[in-house]
């Protein structure tokens, strides 16, 4: 198995990080390490993160972060301090474990010459325990198809928050910071497109089918957030010449 770092920020999340899982997936993946981020978390997520790093010290860091910048800016600092360590892939995961760890090994096993970068995809179908709220279902899919046409991408699902990238690419897609709070992930697909090519793109990127995936029930986006993400659409379009 190749060598793989798994960020996961994590804001306010004390109550509700699944310590057992994370302790499970540890001692089942030596080969496999965590950087939490705490994205200025007000409870005592940092006490749980230290916990958690006291029991594996080489493999869990930590990156604190003072004040509240959101997932997609916590994701980018913890992928970019990722590179201190030694690895061939790096992944994001939510604290919330809605993708269990242990799936991830699948999205590993993907990862190939040809696949540079892994997508985690909440796809309905046989064998698959894929459990979501059907109005949020209803709604993500209706957002997957106006981003596809706003930005002509054929991707499934863009916003769910399982990736994996070959290291080569973190500095070319996670340097600058994103434009969006919440359409992060479109970010980087933009920039790696804009990076290898279309035809390139086509060929690294693959959309890996979960075989679990568990909605929390707890999301962190507002209503103002929501009704704004057409106009984000629009700038992530200008911004990165679709």
Known sequence: MKKTHVVIP???EAARLPRREVAAF?????????GFVNDGSADDTISVLKELQGEHPERIDILELEQNVGKGEAVRRGVLQSLERNYELVAY???DFATPPEVLEE??????????VILGAR??????????????????RAFASLASLTLDISLYDTQC????????????????????????????LMRLRRLVGREEFDQIVYEHPLSV??????????LR??????????RIRWAYGV
């Open 161 to 188: 928050g399982a990736k994996l990238f070959a290291r080569d690419l973190v500095s070319g897609l996670f340097s600058e910071p994103f434009l969006t709070r919440w359409l992060f992930d479109l970010e980087i």
């Open 107 to 116: 999205m590993f096993l993907a990862a190939s010459p040809e696949h540079w």
């Open 225 to 234: 957030d929501a009704l704004s993400l057409p106009y984000d659409l629009a």
């Open 10 to 12: 994590c804001y306010n």
């Open 93 to 95: 995961l939510d604290a």
């Open 123 to 140: 796809v309905q179908r046989a064998g698959a325990a894929i459990e979501r709220n059907a109005a949020r279902h209803y709604a993500g």
């Open 26 to 34: 540890m001692e089942a993946n030596p080969w496999a390490s965590i």
């Open 213 to 222: 995936w568990v909605e929390k029930g707890d999301s962190r986006i507002r």
